[in-house]
């Protein structure tokens, strides 16, 4: 079975088959049914006969009165079996062709018609000759009638017999849709490079031209009947085809897809939602005065169409009235009870609640959008206020702990050098005096020097150079760097990332200084004994260093808070430090283009540089 699917010369068979049988299933059909309505199988094939050469005589009589009333008797007189005689409502003979020839039985057809000045009576009769010369219409029709007539059994039986066989040939067409070669793969061929809406379209004005064409040219004769077949043909065969096409893309999958509706129709759909919010951006473009004026306008113009439409009408006329002042009396309640709410959460934010919302359920258009602004406003005020308070309790701790961290060294290089005014230079203590005021004046000059870094790279002050580095080979740097301070805080480094290099645009000098800021942190406030992890994560477009540890004192402070200028984890501040480390590597990290975020959970303390990729 699988080889028949896959042959070509199978299917060819199949197919020529197919039409065989449908054509003589439908030719059988179509005799069994006009054998019937003439009567073959009630009441005999020789009444049958006689009934369908009286109605065709009959028509004919018929269209020869009427070419008699317009002078085209010589027309219809040649070239058919028919012999005519036209007579007067006295018996009186107008016209004849007929001249005694073997002939059935006369019909006649009479008319009362104007002729001249006076209507008359005109009475025409037709008779067909037994010896048919020519091949007319009803010349094919006896020549079928006794065809079929004399296969009027069979035809039942060679319908039956062909229909089904044509059904199982279907089958099998439908089957192997698709099948080459007697492999399982399914092939589209030629078929699925057109869209299958465009092969039903095509189809359809290919059947409405044929049918069109019969319609206008089809006449009762053996070409006719044959023309009549070749068209069946044709359509059946187109059929036949999207059958076969249709099975095929149900077998290969993405029949939707391939639709050209189903390309076009959501392009269709984007064009009318793009119209509509159009429409809406235009209507929201105009002022609200200009707003509620087309509104009216729109409301009055519905007003007059009804009135006019209903002008006489006085029951339908008070029933509008009453509907659409109930729609007004409505709108307007709307509108206050929304002016009412805007009104209070106006009243209340010039109050100084900046804790009140505006209940904006149930609001539309401009009073949404009125509400949705005074909520932006009291938010805005909210966050206003806030920053206010933040500035100024940084403010504060900046004058107190700048005070104290340079009040202490100062005063320690007061107390030395007056030590040293009453000691001998040369004495030991002298130098060890010394020393103590190195270490301090370093203090101070290092506290300055950030102090002044800090305020830079807060203005942006500093020029940066980005170049392409290695986020891996400076973490490689910074473990080599920081090797003896981390194994004298007793610290691991782990240091992880991706096997291939991750190059973020940064500049060298600062990016060294926010690696170096974060690393000392950790050497100062992480818990001994403990592993400290330094990752790089590329992200998309950006790439991630990041650094894990374990906090010595316990944080009860966010990130945000640590990354504010002189704020130290250790509140007792016992350790080394300006508290400008994390402050001046943020800032730095924006002049890069990037971002640094702390995250404190616990003691676990995490601070991640976002760079973008080279």
Not at 118 to 141: C, H, I, P, Q, R
Not at 333 to 356: H, M, P, V, W
Not at 471 to 481: K, S
Not at 577 to 605: H, R, Y
Request: some cysteine; charged content about 20%; overall charge neutral.
């Amino acid at each position: 079975m699988k080889k028949l699917r896959g042959s070509i010369k199978a299917k060819a068979t199949a197919i020529v088959l197919l039409c065989i049988f449908a054509l003589t299933a439908l030719g059988s059909l179509i005799g069994v049914l006009a054998l019937n309505d003439r009567g073959v199988y009630s009441y005999g094939v020789d009444y049958a006969r006689s009934d369908l050469i009286a109605s065709r005589t009959y028509m004919a009589s018929v269209d020869a009165l009427g070419a008699y009333m317009s002078d085209r008797m010589p027309f219809i007189t040649n070239g058919n079996n028919f012999r005519y005689v036209i007579t007067d409502e006295d018996g009186r003979e107008l016209f004849s062709s007929y001249n005694d020839e073997p002939a059935y039985n006369g019909e006649q057809c009479s008319m009362y018609s104007l002729w001249g000045a006076d209507g008359e009576n005109v009475v025409s009769t037709a008779y067909l000759l037994k010896d048919m010369k020519y091949k007319d219409s009803a010349y094919a029709a006896l020549k079928l009638f006794d065809f079929a007539a004399s296969l009027r059994y069979g035809l039942i039986v060679i319908a039956a017999v062909c229909t089904l066989l044509g059904i199982a040939l279907f089958v099998f067409l439908l089957s192997s849709a698709g099948h080459r070669d007697e492999t399982d793969a399914i092939t589209l061929g030629v078929a699925g490079k057109i869209p299958f809406d465009m092969l039903c379209i095509l189809a359809v004005v290919i059947g409405l031209i044929i049918v069109n064409a019969l319609d206008y040219g089809f006449n009762e004769s053996i070409v006719g009947y044959a023309l009549l077949g070749v068209a069946v043909l044709v359509c059946g065969l187109m059929l036949l085809f999207l059958c076969m096409t249709f099975a095929a893309w149900l077998k290969h999958g993405g029949l939707m897809k391939s639709l050209l509706s189903y390309k076009i129709l959501p392009w269709c759909f984007g064009i009318v939602r793009r119209f509509f919010a159009f429409l809406v951006r235009a209507l929201k473009a105009i002022p609200l005065i200009g707003r509620w004026i087309f509104a009216v306008a729109g409301v009055l113009f519905v007003e007059f169409i009804y009135m006019v439409a209903f002008m006489g009408d006085g029951d339908m006329t008070v029933f509008g009235w009453f509907v659409e002042r109930a729609a007004l009396v409505l709108g307007l309640l709307y509108a206050i009870s929304c002016l009412n709410r805007l009104y209070k959460g106006g009243k209340a934010i010039s109050s100084g609640d900046t804790a009140y919302k505006v209940d904006a359920n149930h609001m539309k258009g401009a009073f949404l959008e009125h509400a949705e602004n005074l909520n932006s406003i009291n938010s805005a005020v909210q966050s206003a206020v806030n920053e206010q308070l933040r500035s100024e309790r940084m403010r504060t701790e900046l004058i107190t702990n700048v005070s104290h961290d340079i009040k202490t060294p100062l005063t320690s290089i007061v107390s030395y050098v007056d030590l040293l005014e009453k000691e001998n230079i040369a004495n030991e203590n002298a130098k060890e005096y010394l020393e103590v005021l190195s270490r301090q004046s370093a203090k101070l000059k290092k506290l300055i020097e950030d102090l002044i870094e800090a305020s830079k790279a807060s203005t942006g002050a500093i020029g940066v150079e980005l170049t392409r580095c290695d986020a891996g080979v400076l973490l490689e740097q910074l473990q080599g760097e920081y090797s003896d301070r981390l194994e004298k805080a007793g610290l691991e480094l782990v240091v992880s990332g991706p096997e291939e290099s991750v190059l973020v645009m940064a500049d060298r000098r600062h990016i060294w200084r926010v690696l170096d800021n974060l690393m000392n942190n950790i050497c100062k406030y992480s818990m001994r004994g403990t592993r400290v992890y330094a990752e790089v994560h590329p992200c998309g477009e950006t790439a991630e260093i990041s650094f894990k540890n374990i906090s010595a004192a316990r944080l009860n402070i966010t990130g945000e808070e640590l990354k504010a200028r002189f704020v130290r984890g250790d509140a007792s501040r016992t350790t080394e430090g300006s508290g400008l480390g994390l402050s001046i590597a943020e800032s730095l990290t924006k002049l890069q283009n990037g971002t640094l975020a702390i995250d404190v959970d616990g003691d676990l303390f995490k601070v991640t540089v976002t760079l973008k990729k080279a």
